[in-house]
């Protein structure tokens, strides 16, 4: 007997993926996925051909009413990617104190240093949690290359090459947000829910809480690299400089140019910090955009940071070599990184972090007397740490039903004006507010208990934590 088959695509503004049927006698294929990809296959046997038929039906027209619709395979192409190129060379300098590094296994971009934890995601899409003192404590799996890593208060997000932005808050990565699959992500940032996406052509884009797009601008400039979200606003970062934007309206509130186009960025609490390929960073006051002090490096800069309130002003540059300077723009050391150019950095508690061209997460000593020794030649010997044996938890749409709620929070999902919310049903809650909730597991009408529910900073949406369990 002949196949049957149906194929649908839902493409809208953050939502770009396929749902195919085939039916084959007794049997029913379903093939689910992001647009290019090759997706997740279902196969279920029913006891006679018109049952398979019936439930085949069923399952298209579910996704008839969510927007899917007949579409040719392969018009569509997956979405464009674009990664920072370096030509990583070594450095002259003398060697940093690092403490420890960590092989991830491919080149880092992702990373984060929390209370806790450190974090870092690799182009293979691993992400993995270490202590403060390089133990390896649990590894997560996403279906593409990480991006970055961010926070949102108690949250951690890691945006892909996918086009998806993951909440890492649980045992199990959940989508959190879709972005535009014509969209070539270079950057993400998040604050109270609000997502910043910057892109190849220059352009900003901003999603809220609910994944649902709020306004979006193109710079003077390209290739933009930088942009870190704030209650300010956004500050976008691109080859012509960086230009300040109201957060609710997306009107540009100032622009100041920069020496050379931004490559990275980081922000204080008044100020916000910018690389460039030029060899500089450069601090300017978020208030007017005006220029507070400007710092030198050998080469262009891919990464910098601060200790708190910039006090220290770190970089590193392409030669794999990391610097830090006074708050008045004195350079106070370059050293050498010993394991490639560091895409990324943050620091904390007098360590700095770095994720690198060679897949490494380095824990450098930055304390007055480390770097002193180092001055001098005197440096530790860094312990080489792996993740043998951690199995990959990996992102899924699967979740566990219970028949009782047991303890958590009760949430619904429900249609509104063609979306699909979902409210909080538990006493003690206001019902009328949204909760972001993962994407891929919204059913209509179903009902789930969430571990945690929180309120919002700006107090206008709840959020879930942890984890997710349906209501049967």
């Known amino acids: 007997m002949a196949a049957a088959t149906t194929y649908l695509e839902l493409s809208e503004a953050s939502a770009h993926k396929f749902y195919e049927v085939c039916v084959q006698g007794t049997t029913v294929t379903i093939t689910y996925g992001r647009i290019g990809e090759t997706g997740a296959i279902r196969t279920t046997t029913y006891p006679d051909a018109a049952k398979a038929e019936r439930e085949a039906e069923k399952k298209i027209g579910e996704k008839a009413r969510k927007g899917y619709a007949p579409a040719v395979k392969g018009a569509r192409q997956r979405r464009p990617i674009t990664r920072r190129q370096i030509t990583s060379t070594r450095s002259t300098a003398l060697q940093a104190p690092v403490l420890w590094r960590f092989t991830s296994g491919a080149p880092a971009f992702g990373i984060f240093i929390g209370a806790a934890e450190a974090w870092v995601g690799n182009e293979n899409g691993d992400v993995f949690t270490l202590t403060h003192d390089g133990t390896v404590t649990g590894r997560f799996g996403l279906p593409d290359g990480v991006k970055c890593i961010v926070a949102d208060d108690y949250w951690i997000y890691a945006g892909c090459d996918d086009g998806r932005v993951y909440d890492l808050g649980g045992k199990i990565p959940r989508v959190a947000y879709e972005i535009a699959s014509d969209v070539d992500i270079y950057w993400l940032d998040i604050h109270d829910g609000v997502l910043g996406v910057s892109d190849r052509e220059g352009g900003i884009t901003t999603v809220d809480h609910e994944d ?53 960025g980081w922000q204080e609490a008044t100020e916000v910090f910018a690389g460039t390929t ?195």
């Not at 400039?221 to 979200?229: E, F, K, L, N, P």
């Not at 976008?236 to 186009?261: C, E, F, M, Q």
Request: glycine letters at 12%.
């Open 212 to 264: 649902e797009f709020k306004w979006s601008r193109r710079s003077s400039g390209d290739g933009a690299w930088m942009v870190r979200c704030a209650a300010e606003g956004v500050f976008h970062g691109h080859s012509r400089g960086i230009t300040h934007y109201a957060s609710r309206s997306g009107d540009p509130l100032w622009h100041t140019d920069t020496v050379g186009g931004v490559l990275f």
């Open 278 to 472: 030029k060899g500089w960073v450069h601090r300017l006051a978020k208030s007017t955009g005006a220029e507070v002090a400007r710092y030198r490096c050998d080469a262009a800069v891919f990464s910098c940071a601060t200790s708190p309130d910039g006090e220290y002003v770190f970089a590193g540059d392409n030669q794999s070599s990391v610097y830090c300077f006074a708050a008045n723009g004195t350079r106070l050391w370059k050293l050498a990184t010993g394991c490639g150019s560091a895409f990324s950095m943050q620091y904390r508690d007098e360590r700095l972090y770095l994720v690198t061209t060679d897949g490494s997460l380095a824990c450098i000593d930055a304390s007055p007397a480390a770097i002193h020794n180092a001055e001098q030649g005197a440096v530790p010997q860094p312990r080489d740490i792996k993740a043998d044996g951690w199995r990959r938890v990996e992102a899924t749409a699967f979740v566990e039903t219970v028949s009782a709620p047991g303890t958590g929070v009760i949430v619904e999902c429900v249609q509104e004006a063609g979306r699909l919310r979902v409210h909080v049903v538990s006493d003690g809650y206001d019902r009328t507010r949204a909760v972001q909730f993962p994407k891929d597991i919204r059913v209509p009408g179903a009902r789930y208990v969430v571990a945690e529910v929180h309120d919002s900073a700006g107090g206008g949406f709840y959020r879930a934590r942890g984890e997710i369990k349906r209501l049967g």
